[in-house]
């Protein structure tokens, strides 16, 4: 699969404030901030930096390019070792690679491409509201981020996966019973935002 630049990398639009201290840089969500672009990592065995995602063909040819192909990786890492991992590193190369020379013991990562010259920079911290989204905890707030991203007419499919995850339910479990019959692209934006939810831990 080729890839032209990094426009065709996975990535989650988002409208907030870049904070950078030393090492450390955090995301303040706000409707009326400027918009950055959120980039989705994979960290692989012989690189410091990850292989930026853009898509996935498993070992029975099913090409995935939405963010959803990291639950498949959850599910099914161990059973397709083959499956071949299409993506950018930070330098602009496409290594050839497949799910068994990918670190998944170690977290996904978030990065931002900023300033002038463009810089890469790995992203640790999203506030809302003060609030930080975090770990499975954070799955009310990540739902909160979602609403911002969403049309009002989308306003109910969150309400209803809030109120699963306010039962007990994870919000994997939330989102997967309902992506048959929901919009493709409302379920893209909740399938990015439980990534990033679960990769700033």
């Known amino acids: 699969m080729k890839i032209h ?4 990398l996975l990535h989650l639009n988002v409208r907030g404030h870049i904070e950078t201290n030393g090492t450390l840089t955090q995301l303040t969500l706000h409707t009326d901030a400027d ?5 989705f990592g994979l ?4 690189a410091a930096r990850p292989l930026f995602i853009s898509g996935l063909m498993t070992e029975k040819n099913t090409l995935l ?5 990291f639950t498949w990786i959850e599910e099914n890492f161990i059973r397709e070792p083959r499956a071949e991992i299409f993506g950018m590193t930070a330098d602009g190369e496409q290594p050839v690679m497949f799910m068994r020379d990918f670190d998944l013991d170690r977290p996904r990562e978030m990065w931002l491409r900023c300033g002038e010259p463009a810089r890469w920079v790995k ?3 999203v506030l809302l509201s003060g609030r930080t989204l975090m770990g499975e905890a954070g799955a009310l707030d ?17 309400a209803t996966v809030r109120t699963d995850v306010s039962s007990g339910h994870s919000l994997k479990a939330a989102l997967r019973t309902r992506r048959k ?4 692209a409302w379920m893209a934006l909740a399938d990015g935002w439980r990534i990033v939810m679960t990769t700033l831990t």
């Open 5 to 8: 630049d990094f426009s065709d």
């Open 35 to 39: 918009e950055q672009r959120l980039y």
């Open 43 to 46: 960290p692989y065995y012989t």
């Open 65 to 69: 390019r939405a963010p959803l192909l």
């Open 123 to 125: 992203l640790n911290t």
């Open 142 to 158: 990540a739902l909160d981020a979602l609403s911002m991203a969403l049309p009002s007419i989308a306003q109910d499919f969150i």
């Open 181 to 184: 019959s929901t919009n493709a």
